[in-house]
């Protein structure tokens, strides 16, 4: 840190005045006895308690500061959560005992240092570095003795200097505050459905890695600085930004990340399958996740934590969903206690969408083409993205922690499952299911997986030592291991399809019924190259579409004929220079639609009627209109799906069968013109012929 070359103006006034010598103000500055009242915000204690989300939060404060312009007079935060029903009165009370417990008076001289050390803010060095810093940048040069000045002056000097000093030390916790790790400053928010990294919004463009090569578990391998590095830089080069893992990356492994530019999302193992009742599995778990957190805080690279892969649906109905979700909760203030700075989630999938924890910063799920298959075939998988991006992520981001398929040309014989591709469908397919579920919603997806895994299902015995034709779950990888020994791989052309895929990626606009006559346009394309943006509407000519940069963003707005009965179909083209680099498939804006489903308990409760009635934008009936009702309770794999179509009042009325208690099911109702997305979908999770959700 270099010196300052200019003294505080209010200390430089004091000695031009003649009101201290040098001796004299050292003894008043040794002596001052200065304090100021600190408190800390009830906000900030109730977020870090989990009592709170930063959404929650962040409306609440809005709403405080609407009624106080109203009024004059702004309503108590911890009241307007109490009168929501946000949190109880215990909750309130035991959050402002700890304001009142880590707010107080303290002292306006040097010691806050060693007051900020003692509370852990700061460690030895840090307070080492901020002394050093307060010396070299404030420190204060006095001139020779000037002569005494009145009494007048003598009081006014006193009245300057406390100023000053206050001024100074006030500046110096400014600038320690904002110059604290992450900690203090946040790598990765939410605003509305978008992760923003940094302050700039994020498109996640992920793969998942995973260390092990043929002949080794993942769980038991010494992983090779070198392999590892080799392996960041290829995805760096391959367009990704984002690696995702399944256990934790070590320093050195984060600090490699960084050094490629990659974002993490950091993996921490926490068995699906554990008693989330018991106190003592709970508590080591949480240690084991505490311990990884501790350390991962420095890294500048890690966005968020996902603390959990794929609890299974049975598991947690006999553990019972609201145990799951207090310990996921419990996770998560563990985890903002130590990192505010990271964004917290879990990795669910299709059958636990029960699970969803408001006070997760993230809705994150594997998604793939093949599970539940009868849904896929309902919705298309850009509809099943839908589902999950706009209307189980409530108005939280949906990232999609796993999506693809397999190449082993044996499929997976059992229902839902992946495989029967070869490499040339694989290269096929792999875009567009990028593509879909950017379109369908998510901030963004994770490819699985950046290699082969021979271990996977580890079923037998040095199962890790053999590539199984038979086992689809062993070939997902972007870059295929052909032999035992294998350290590198082969790239297949999937990871040649996604590369250039990467480069520009239309986010908006996205299909789906439109509400004004111009659309925002808006495109990653992280190159920062010169590009040009092309749109053709209902196959006529290509127009210009005029977009300005914004860091890794290309942004503008164009104008969109509407037909209230007809549905406009958009072709976009991306080109830097004459190159075409993104050609992106139809955005389809159809008629606006609205679809509701009821149900009506029959039969005791083993049997219910789901009543769904379609309207249009005006409010009057779909009248012989096909609409899909999808069943799904995956416990016992009872998926079915009806194409019914509607009577003379825009509705259909079909019964089904519902499980027992504690299975659930999930029933999903659109209305879908051809293959393009649904037009209109809703959703309602049903337990014992009763409406849960």
């Known amino acids: 840190m270099s010196q300052s070359s200019r003294r505080p103006d209010v200390a430089l006034g004091l000695l031009d005045a003649g009101v201290v010598t040098e001796d004299q103000l050292r003894d008043a500055l040794q002596e001052q006895d200065g304090y100021v009242s600190v408190q800390i915000p009830l906000g900030r204690i ?15 404060l809005e709403e405080q500061s609407e009624q106080g312009r109203k009024s004059g007079r702004r309503p108590p935060l911890g009241q307007l959560l109490l009168d929501g029903g946000w949190i109880t009165e215990d909750q309130l009370h035991e959050a402002l005992a700890a304001q009142e417990a880590a707010s107080g008076i303290v002292r306006l001289a040097l010691p806050l240092g060693k007051i900020l050390a003692e509370q852990g803010i700061f460690n030895a060095g840090d307070l080492d570095e901020f002394l050093a810093y307060q010396h070299q940048d404030w420190r204060i040069s006095i001139p020779p003795p000037p002569k005494r000045g009145s009494g007048l002056l003598r009081l006014l000097g006193v009245i300057l200097l406390v100023g000053a000093y206050a001024a100074v030390i006030a500046t110096i916790l400014v600038r320690s505050f904002a110059s604290l790790p ?15 990294r940094n302050g700039e919004k994020f498109l996640v463009k992920g793969v998942g890695w995973d260390p092990a090569r043929p002949g080794e578990l993942p769980w038991s391998r010494s992983r090779d600085p070198e392999t590892v590095a080799d392996d960041f830089r290829r ?16 320093p050195e492994e984060l600090a490699e990340a960084e050094r490629q530019s990659l974002a993490v999302l950091q993996g921490i193992w926490v068995d699906p399958h554990g008693d989330f009742s018991d106190p003592q599995f709970r508590a080591e778990e949480i240690e084991k996740i505490r311990a990884v957190v501790s350390y991962s805080r420095a890294s500048n690279t890690v966005v968020a934590y996902l603390v959990m892969n794929e609890p299974a649906p049975g598991h947690v109905l ?12 419990e996770i998560a203030v563990s985890v903002r206690e130590l990192d505010p700075g990271a964004l917290v989630s879990f990795s669910n999938w299709p059958g636990a969408e029960m699970l969803r924890e408001p006070e997760l910063d993230l809705l994150s799920a594997n998604l793939y083409p093949f599970r539940p298959g009868v849904l896929v075939d309902a919705l298309g998988y850009e509809g099943m993205i839908n589902l999950w991006s706009r209307h189980l992520a409530g108005e939280r981001p949906l990232l999609v922690t796993e999506f693809g398929q397999s190449v082993a040309l044996m499929a997976n014989t059992e229902p839902d499952g992946p495989g029967g591709l070869d490499e040339a469908e694989h290269a096929l397919l792999m875009p567009r299911l990028a593509e879909a579920l950017v379109a369908g919603g998510a901030a963004g997806g994770v490819a699985f997986m950046w290699n082969d895994g021979w271990w996977k299902d580890h079923d037998e015995p040095g199962d890790e030592n053999h590539h199984d034709p038979d086992d689809p779950e062993e070939w997902f990888g972007l870059v ?7 350290q590198r791989g082969r790239p297949r052309p999937a990871l040649k399809a996604l590369r250039r895929w990467n480069r520009a990626v239309l986010t908006l606009p996205r299909s789906g019924p439109a509400t004004s006559t111009e659309l925002d346009v808006e495109i990653h394309h992280p190159s920062r190259a010169d590009a040009t943006v092309g749109c053709a509407i209902d196959g006529g000519p290509e127009l210009h579409v005029p977009v300005v940069r914004e860091g890794e963003w290309l942004r503008g707005r164009m104008g969109l004929p509407l037909d209230a009965d007809e549905p406009v179909h958009l072709e976009w083209t991306i080109r830097e220079g004459s190159e075409v680099v993104a050609r992106s498939r139809r955005v389809v804006i159809p008629p606006a639609a609205r679809i509701d489903l009821e149900l009506t308990s029959e039969g005791g409760g083993s049997w219910c009627m789901l009543t769904v009635r379609a309207r249009d934008s005006r409010g009057a009936a779909l009248v012989d209109r096909e609409l899909i009702l999808v069943v799904t309770e995956p416990s016992r794999r009872a998926d079915v799906m009806h194409r019914l179509v509607t009577d003379s009042t825009g509705k259909i009325r079909q019964a089904v069968q519902l499980p027992p208690p504690p299975g659930v099911a999930l029933a999903v109702a659109a209305i879908r013109d051809g293959e393009t997305p649904p037009r209109a979908l809703t959703y309602r999770l049903l337990e014992s012929g009763e409406i849960i959700e």
């Open 318 to 329: 006999r553990e019972g969903v609201e145990t799951t979700r207090a310990f996921l909760r």
């Open 182 to 196: 992450p900690l203090q400053r946040p790598r990765a928010e939410v605003r509305g459905d978008w992760i923003f």
């Open 46 to 60: 109730l977020l870090e308690r989990g009592l709170v989300s930063k959404s929650l939060l962040r409306s609440r």
């Open 480 to 486: 295929a291991m052909d032999s035992l020994g294998d």
């Open 235 to 250: 995805i760096r080069e391959a367009g990704f930004n984002t690696i995702r893992t399944w256990d934790a990356l070590s």
